[in-house]
């Protein structure tokens, strides 16, 4: 049995995590990560693909096809696999984390702090502004993972997508928050590695030009999967882009668990054994 954390960068595309994740980058460079490049589902907005990479299915499927759809998903996800396997999972995310896979509607002052319940995920931390800082949300999963050793972890940060928002693609300050994500990152990715799980950094979707998405363009929907652990296949590959769907039965594999019936079968081999 296997441990994985899964990173969400929300909101960072392809050519950010290239121009400004430079530990991530440097990890794939010098042989010790993979790199992809993975194309997301549609529509590009963010609790669609929350659930998409969570559950390995499209939007008609899952049923969240815009971000204001909040009740809990009835699919198979990785949480509730983990949770039928007797195994333990955590999550520090944004509050639609908690709707989509625990309960809703989010109760602010109730629900922030979940620890020790009930439910697939069975400890979480959830914040519900999009400016909580992401070097805060990352020792937030460092925290969950110290105190209570889960076989599935979840860290989901907000700042690039809402600088991207806030001031456009190309603006100096969804660059910065890149590089603090990937900054943070180098500090607890190797504690990770050495407790002996798999990690992997992608994002839910990219930006187009006015720092928007929800479309159907490069830039929208262009996001990067890096993956770390032992047994992973080191290099980078990112000539041909990969389904987004594919993410769920790898964490899956990472945990040593078997992905739902319905997940699609990767056609890719990301493992060296």
């Known amino acids: ?19 400004c994740c430079g ?8 042989g010790q990560a993979a790199k992809y490049k993975v194309q997301s589902q549609l529509p590009s907005m963010s609790r669609p693909l929350y659930a998409t990479l969570l559950t390995g299915l499209p939007a008609h499927r899952h049923g969240v096809g ?15 696999l983990c949770r039928g396997e ?25 629900h922030r702090y979940q620890l020790q319940g009930e439910g697939d995920i069975q400890h979480g931390l959830y914040y519900f502004e999009d400016d909580y800082p992401d070097s805060h949300l990352l020792l937030d999963a460092e925290f969950l993972r110290h105190s209570f050793a889960p076989d599935f972890l979840l860290a989901h940060t907000m700042n690039i997508d809402h600088t991207g928002h806030l001031y456009g693609t190309g603006s100096m300050q969804r660059s910065l928050a890149a590089i603090r994500a990937d900054a943070a990152l180098a500090s607890l990715v190797p504690l990770w590695l050495a407790a002996g799980a798999y990690v992997a950094v992608t994002a839910d979707h990219g930006a187009g030009a ?5 479309g159907n363009t490069p830039e929208q929907r262009a996001v990067p ?5 032992p047994a992973i296949r080191k ?4 000539n041909q882009p990969l389904s987004q769907l594919w993410v769920a039965p790898l964490v899956c594999r990472m945990l040593g668990i078997e992905p739902s019936p319905e997940m699609e079968k990767p056609e890719v081999d990301f493992f060296d054994a």
């Not at 049995?1 to 121009?19: H, P, Q, R, S, Y």
């Not at 006015?210 to 929800?214: F, I, N, Q, S």
């Not at 999967?225 to 652990?229: M, N, W």
């Not at 290099?235 to 990112?238: A, D, E, P, R, T």
Request: net charge negative; charged share 15%.
């Open 235 to 238: 290099g980078v590959f990112v």
């Open 210 to 214: 006015h720092g928007l998405h929800g």
């Open 23 to 30: 530990y991530l980058e440097h990890m794939a460079e010098a």
């Open 66 to 80: 815009n971000n204001w759809i909040s009740a809990k998903l009835d699919a198979p996800s990785v949480f509730s």
């Open 225 to 229: 999967l890096y993956l770390l652990g």
């Open 1 to 19: 049995m296997g441990k994985a954390v899964l990173v969400i960068l929300d909101g960072c595309g392809f050519d950010l995590a290239t121009e």
């Open 86 to 110: 007797g195994r333990t999972s955590a999550a520090a995310a944004y509050y639609w984390i908690s709707e989509l896979f625990q309960h809703g509607p989010f109760d602010h002052a109730r």
